[in-house]
């Protein structure tokens, strides 16, 4: 039921985060409430969303409510937020060749992608 009413979001919001007829892969909320949504980027990476109570698109989030992440052979496996100061970390596997190895990005409560965390907003472990 919640997978299903998380979609018609997507869906309302007019593909401006989820791709048709896709859903989110990964949800958190933030301490005001607001969630932010995680889909994976099929080449490799991630996009971020945030959405108001009411469900509409946070447009002050990111670049018109989007934040996106691309890492090729990447695969976000969870969403963490901050519950002290809302900074978003996303954690998950990226392969090179055969190697797979986890990474972790970071991005600012406001969907910008913290430059300082690590080399360039990332950190390959």
């Given at each position: 039921m919640i997978k299903r009413i998380f979609y018609i979001l997507c869906f309302i919001s007019l593909n401006l985060f989820c791709s048709e007829g896709t859903t989110p892969n990964l949800i958190a909320a933030q301490s005001d409430g607001r969630k932010i949504f995680l889909e994976e980027i099929p080449t490799g990476g991630f996009r971020l969303s945030?959405?108001?109570?009411?469900?509409?698109?946070?447009?002050?989030?990111?670049?018109?409510?989007?934040?996106?992440?691309?890492?090729?052979?990447?695969?976000?496996?969870?969403?963490q937020i901050n519950p002290i100061n809302n900074e978003i970390h996303v954690i998950g596997s990226v392969f090179f060749g055969k190697t797979e190895q986890e990474f972790e990005t970071k991005f600012t409560p406001d969907g910008i992608l913290d430059q300082k965390f690590g080399q360039n907003g990332v950190i390959i472990k």
């Open positions: 945030r959405h108001n109570l009411d469900g509409s698109i946070d447009n002050t989030f990111g670049i018109n409510g989007v934040a996106a992440f691309t890492l090729s052979h990447a695969t976000p496996h969870r969403i």
